[in-house]
């Protein structure tokens, strides 16, 4: 695994390490296997001018994994002599290992010397530099399928180790050994800048120490205290303190009462993470990702490792399965970089399974902090502890997995906690890492069908934990990891509150609340970008619109087709990933995950996704439903008219954008969103799926019968429930009038009225009568100024929402039209009485 960098520069190999050198590499090598990494592109190294290796701590064994891996990629060894520095190795130590008197211990003990010969020497000939390149050794940083147990105990971690532990280590996972080389330093930039010598070296150690820190931090994870010390760490800090003191006034207790319920708090939420508990569960996971799925997809991990190094990184997730923060932490750790902290809830603080959880980096935080001042200081104090000293943090801002398939309206409780940390340390870089996980089937599905229907959400349980081990007796396809475009927190708040530096510490700054949900908004968008399309999302948004869910194979197989054009020649984002295997084989690997059944015919197998397998598919079809949504409104505006014009499906498309895009988080603008449409008619009628007349001005449906006919058919009905749920909210407050009903009242009888509709027409997916989905519409409604609220809390509106369902006419059909007009004031009278 090696890059272009330091290695681009060929170097001969004149001199040869020393014999006893060559007797131990000999002897290492079989025991030994390297991962080698390097800068990007050139690497700044010139062998022509002096040169030393720099290494974290000294040892024998480093030596000769540094000579190995050099000889690996081409560079000259650490063996080499040094005229020019009056050296015979090329190899120095930011730190020596020394034993602390009458106790068997090892520490390391930091050594300037050698550095200060090297900068009093550049100080004293003006022509000297010599170049520093250093150099990181992981011994036991990647587990594979040969790693046992017993190799736990001497994987790489932050304590100082003799050489006994560093042969066992080779022995046992010398296999796995990871070298990074990093850009040479110059001593010779640090006097030209006029530090004096005493101070530049000082600073160079300071700076390589830095750099190993940061790189063993990004690999390993952070150098983490006992859990107790933590706890004892949050526990004085000043805002937990004060907090204390408040709480005993609250309650009128001593003031040692509220600190023993402030530590009962800390140890509810605290992580206890443990390096060999996480290798021993990465042993763990191997074999069940091997057994239960057929592959794990991850893309952009250059995006992840760029970010790691000096910053913190939160890596916030779409949240689908409970397999979410297993599958993100396995990958992250056997690609060489640290699991992180994640936020977990505390229904999961479950016996054996808690302290389970809290080894693996979990901490648990309540469902709602009313009730308890001291409880939300204390783990926001916790928060900013893990945030200052770099580690990395996972939440999942939806709050909750998604039921329906959809990217549900972020809670900015933890986001708001982060954006605070960084505004009381800002010298701490952050940065949010977008991460969309997608999955071919779930562990879940049951679950969420029964509590779709209506059924109460299971209590987690160590009973339910044991029975739903049945479940990993089944496949479930392959899963897919992609990470999304970095989000710079400092980048974040000058673009959106430029004087957040000049009130950084106001408790009540009246920016802080926008910015926080303009960077909530803006990390679902950026989860949507990196979406991948896989096998079953593409037949989930090709049956589900189709009659009765069945489709004749031929048709289903030219409809897979087309969205796979359509998603590579109008590309949603460079980041998104669509499945390129041939149709014939996505519909047989459907038939194998039991999507899809097979009826033979005389004229053509059919095939349909039967029972509640329409519900669950429609569960992965909302996945990518925001890919589809320039040609499912494209579609929908040809259902029921015969042709328009192509300025006529961009006005109307414009006029509904504003909602689609707060529901789906999509990316554009209105004009965007306008040119995203003329890209997509232009494939369409490429495609045949469209004609065109009038130099293109025109579009029109094919004639019947045609396959382009009901291959637009099929791509309007993808976005049709959607476009009738908005006219549902917007015909229910019209027939009710301005100043009549409240937000809460219109969400009510909507929701009714939909849920009577899907009933009458059969229409799928639960998701159609989701009270939360009409509650983001109404929000939207206010937030456009569409409609306002009056003195009694009832809302009032103007024409333009009468407008809006004149518009309605060019989409919906009459019948659907009539349909919602008629359940109405049947749905307004039923939420009356149940009120």
């Not at 190995?68 to 190899?91: D, M, N």
């Not at 020497?121 to 390149?133: E, H, I, K, S």
């Not at 939360?772 to 009032?796: C, H, M």
Request: proline share 5%; net charge positive.
């Amino acid at each position: 695994m090696t890059s272009s960098g330091l290695s681009s520069l060929e170097h001969p190999r004149a001199h040869r390490p020393p014999l006893w050198a060559r007797l131990l590499s000999a002897l290492q090598k079989p025991w030994l296997k390297l991962r080698i990494e390097q800068p990007e592109a050139d690497g700044g190294f010139d062998p022509s001018r002096p040169w030393c290796y720099v290494l974290e701590r000294e040892g024998t064994s480093y030596q000769l994994i540094l000579d190995r891996a050099c000889r690996e990629s081409g560079l000259p060894g650490p063996f080499e002599p040094q005229p020019a520095l009056e050296r015979t190795r090329s190899t120095l130590y930011v730190s020596r290992r020394r034993s602390m008197p009458f106790v068997r211990r090892d520490r390391a003990v930091a050594d300037t010397a050698e550095l200060d010969t090297l900068v009093l020497r550049a100080a004293a000939d003006p022509d000297f530099d010599c170049q520093l390149v250093p150099v990181s050794i992981f011994v036991g940083r990647a587990p594979d399928r040969s790693t046992g147990w017993f190799r736990v105990l001497f994987s790489e971690h932050w304590a100082v180790t003799g050489w006994f532990h560093r042969l066992l280590a080779l022995l046992l996972n010398g296999r796995n050994t990871w070298v990074r080389f990093a850009r040479p330093v110059s001593v010779r930039e640090l006097l030209d800048d006029g530090t004096v010598p005493a101070k530049a070296t000082r600073k160079l150690a300071r700076v390589l120490r830095m750099h190993f820190r940061r790189v063993r931090t990004a690999m390993i994870g952070p150098d983490l205290s006992h859990r107790r010390m933590l706890i004892d760490t949050v526990l004085a800090s000043p805002a937990v303190r004060d907090a204390i003191v408040a709480q005993a006034a609250r309650d009128n207790t001593s003031i040692e009462a509220a600190q023993k319920q402030a530590r009962k708090f800390a140890r509810e939420i605290a992580a206890d993470y443990s390096h060999p508990f996480v290798r021993s569960l990465s042993f763990i996971l191997n074999r069940f990702w091997n057994r239960t799925y057929d592959g794990v997809r991850m893309h952009h991990l250059d995006t992840v490792k760029q970010a790691a190094h000096g910053a913190s990184v939160i890596y916030v997730p779409c949240h689908r399965s409970h397999i979410d923060y297993l599958i993100l932490s396995y990958l992250l750790y056997h690609n060489g970089l640290v699991p992180p902290h994640i936020a977990a809830g505390v229904n999961l603080n479950l016996p054996v399974i808690g302290g389970i959880l809290r080894r693996g980096g979990a901490f648990f935080l309540r469902r709602s902090f009313k009730g308890n001042a001291l409880y939300p200081a204390v783990f926001a104090e916790y928060v900013d502890t893990l945030y200052a000293n770099g580690t990395a943090i996972e939440y999942f801002i939806e709050g909750g997995r998604s039921r329906t398939g959809r990217l549900l309206a972020p809670k900015a409780g933890m986001l708001a906690m982060t954006v605070k940390s960084f505004l009381r340390t800002p010298q701490q870089p952050a940065v949010f890492l977008p991460v969309y996980i997608g999955y071919e089937k779930l562990m879940e599905g049951n679950s969420y069908l029964g509590e779709l229907a209506g059924q109460a959400k299971r209590k987690e349980s160590i009973g339910g934990l044991l029975r739903s081990w049945r479940v990993l007796r089944n496949k479930y396809g392959q899963a897919a990891v992609s990470f999304g475009e970095p989000i710079e927190l400092r980048a974040h708040m000058d673009a959106h509150a430029p004087q957040w530096q000049a009130e950084r510490l106001s408790p009540r700054a009246e920016w802080l609340n926008p910015a926080v949900d303009s960077l909530a908004t803006r990390i679902q968008t950026e989860v949507n970008r990196t979406a991948e399309v896989n096998a079953v999302n593409l037949i989930a948004l090709s049956i589900l619109a189709a009659p009765k869910h069945a489709l004749g194979e031929s048709d289903l197989l030219a409809q897979i087709r087309l969205y796979q054009t359509l998603f590579t020649r109008v590309p949603y984002s460079s980041r998104v990933r669509v499945c390129q295997d041939s149709a014939e084989d996505i519909v047989a690997h459907g038939e194998k995950l039991g999507w899809l059944v097979r009826t033979s015919h005389p004229l053509g197998d059919v095939l349909s996704a039967q029972g509640d397998q329409g519900i669950l598919l429609s569960y992965f079809r909302n996945n990518v439903l925001h890919l589809a949504v320039c040609a499912g409104w494209i579609g929908c505006c040809l259902l029921n008219n015969r042709e328009m014009s192509r300025a006529s499906v961009a006005r109307a498309g414009r006029i509904v954008y504003p909602f689609l895009k707060a529901e789906l988080f999509l990316p554009w603008s209105a004009d965007e969103f306008a040119q995203e449409l003329e890209r997509t008619i232009d494939v369409l009628i490429a495609e045949g799926t469209l004609d065109a007349r009038e130099d293109d001005r025109i579009v029109r449906r094919p004639g019947g019968g045609t396959l382009g006919q009901y291959q637009l058919r099929l791509l309007g009905h993808t976005l049709l429930q959607t476009i009738e749920r908005y006219y549902i909210c917007a015909a229910v407050l019209a027939r009710s009038g301005s100043g009549t009903l409240t937000a809460g009242e219109l969400e009510n009888v909507c929701h009714l009225t939909a849920q009577r509709l899907s009933l009458l027409q059969e229409l799928s997916g639960p998701e159609f009568f989701d009270k939360a989905l009409f509650r983001g519409f109404i929000q939207q409604l206010r937030a456009l100024g569409v409609v306002t609220t009056n003195e009694q809390s009832r809302l009032v509106f103007g024409e333009q929402l009468t407008d809006a369902l004149e518009d309605a006419r060019l989409i919906l059909s009459r019948e659907i039209r009539h349909g919602i007009l008629k359940l109405t004031p049947e749905a307004r009278e039923a939420a009356a009485s149940e009120d």
